[in-house]
């Protein structure tokens, strides 16, 4: 579904004062759009200059080809990138990743946005639920996250605890995700006071995505891990939550857990990219857990959530097999091992059949 869109919103969550993200008018061709902002001027760490080979000599006069634009690397997802998207009609594709790997996986397969989700407590701490993981795990999460990927926006979740008390320590934690992990945003769950949390956090610079419908660090409050909006009355507090996080200053909200048919209703009030998980159809983008998607995780999945591969199979084979070939002394085989010199094995042989001590030959 594809929402009208005023083709001169300015996104507000584009951070005040020009800040970390391009701010300004999104009305832009997608053509130079793409061409805008050049890779590097995204801050990235431990991304300066491939060091020389060895035997590579690198000398003022050496030629430099230009690379051609067709086959530059995709530029990096910004804010007014993703609601051009959301004005283009073009689905935004989100997905979780919690480790380097995962984030190379979702660098290449394209993704528009990577979210370190709190639902790594689960997925990779092994917690029973994302309510313990601290801001301290969920930072070293996103670190490795960010050492992997390039070019989709990177967004922080704030753990629970990490930012209720107070907008102090909203902002306060919000700031040790951009600055620490390298995040492009960062996430917070529910309405209520997380609406001024969300507003105090844009007001400091840092783009804010909300989260409403079934939002996992409240699942207690909420009668569990179930959907939400489901009478007239829980389905307009969701619609006040989501248009209270949207003039807040959120650039997006997550929808999860919600009837099509609310998500449809609310998504026409709102002018903010929805990413929906276990909502519909009818939202701007779409988003799933790592680890449910591929079938990774051993845990209870949701019933939105659809698997397109069973790595959890595969990789439990792979070890399987690995074990059965040491134990029946399969592995390693000649081409895993290395060799030495005749000669060598010889003296080898020689020397520890003398009767002396090795320790004293060797050196
Ligand atoms: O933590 C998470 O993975 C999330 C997504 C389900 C949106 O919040």
Redesign the pocket.
Known sequence: MHRTMLKSKLHRATVADGGLHDAGAITVDPELLERRTPPSSRWRPWSGPRPARKGEHRMSTTPRTPVPPSLAAPLPMTLPRLAEKQRLGEPIV?V?AYDYPSAQVAEEAGVDVV?V????AMTVLGYPS?VPVSTDEMLMLACAVRRGLQTPLLIG?LPFGSYEASDEQAIATAQRFIKEAGCDAV?L?RGGTSVQRARAIVASGIPVMG?VGLT?QTATALGGYRAQGRTAERALQVAADALALQDAGCFSI?F?AIPAAVTAAVVAKLTIPV?G?GAGAATDGQ?L?FHDLLGIYDGHAPRFAKRYQDLRAEMVAGVAEYAAEVRRRAFPGPEHTYSIDEHELRRLHEGLSAGGDPRGAAG
């Open positions: 989100m979780t979210l989700g709190d639902s790594g994302t979740d996430k769950e989260h996992p997550v999860e990413i998980i988003v857990v």
